[in-house]
T-cell receptor
Framework: ETGVTQSPTHLIKTRGQQVTLRCSSQ?????VSWYQQALGQGPQFIFQ???????GRGNFPPRFSGLQFPNYSSELNVNALELDDSALYLC??????????FGEGSRLTVL | ELKVEQNPLFLSMQEGKNYTIYCNYS?????LYWYRQDPGKSLESLFV?????AVKQEGRLMASLDTKARLSTLHITAAVHDLSATYFC?????????????????FGKGTHLIIQP
């Protein structure tokens, strides 16, 4: 049984650019949640996808968007990058309403 | 707005000592989660506490939940160096799900624990 995998593990972008982060959910899981963890802080909920639709959203602007595919994998897209977007982005898969299983994260640096 | 507060935020202790990390939250949720995070790594689930009075133990760690006081504790007994990490508590605002609810989890800022030999 494969766990949650994320790519890329590290990336560097400049202000104003766009980034796409990817997540493959654990086998059998149909729900993907994304979290942003700034340095020295706890993770913050960005949004959740279930059956290819956004199912819930935290306090993040519309330039944070996502997709979920029929195989339940997911993408997080961030447009018009700002310096404050530098963070570890964590993906977690679960069954709907079930326990979260986190991936290793994608560390984004915005210069 | 749900607030989750941990204290202390930083703790340095010696091996063999006991200590407690506290997690206060501002909602009536009866579900609370503890995670461990090593530097540069992801979150590892430690405990899921699902009701008032719940107590769970794993090795030198024990977690408890008092929903009336809106307080959870993570107690470390006879600490060892391998327990050095950052520990987060998190609350499910909906209070009904196991973390995968549509509002996600609200995390505390974390307790950075260093255990010195």
């Amino acid at each position: 049984e494969t766990g949650v995998t994320q790519s890329p593990t590290h990336l560097i972008k400049t202000r104003g650019q766009q980034v796409t982060l990817r997540c493959s959910s654990q086998s059998g899981h149909n729900t993907v949640s994304w979290y942003q963890q700034a340095l020295g802080q706890g993770p913050q909920f960005i949004f959740q996808y279930y059956r290819e639709e956004e199912n819930g959203r935290g306090n993040f602007p519309p330039r944070f968007s996502g997709l979920q595919f029929p195989n339940y994998s997911s993408e997080l897209n961030v447009n018009a990058l700002e310096l404050d977007d530098s963070a570890l982005y964590l993906c977690a898969s679960s069954l709907k309403y079930g326990e979260l299983f986190f991936g290793e994260g994608s560390r984004l640096t915005v210069l | 707005e749900l607030k989750v507060e941990q204290n202390p935020l930083f703790l340095s202790m010696q091996e063999g000592k006991n200590y407690t990390i506290y997690c206060n939250y501002s909602t009536t949720s009866d579900r609370l989660y503890w995670y461990r995070q090593d530097p540069g790594k992801s979150l590892e689930s430690l405990f899921v506490l699902l009701s008032n009075g719940a107590v769970k133990q794993e090795g030198r760690l024990m977690a408890s939940l008092d929903t009336k006081a809106r307080l959870s504790t993570l107690h470390i007994t006879a600490a060892v160096h391998d327990l050095s990490a950052t520990y987060f508590c998190a609350v499910d605002i909906e209070g009904r799900y196991s973390g995968g609810g549509a509002d996600g989890l609200t995390f505390g800022k974390g307790t950075h624990l260093i255990i010195q030999p």
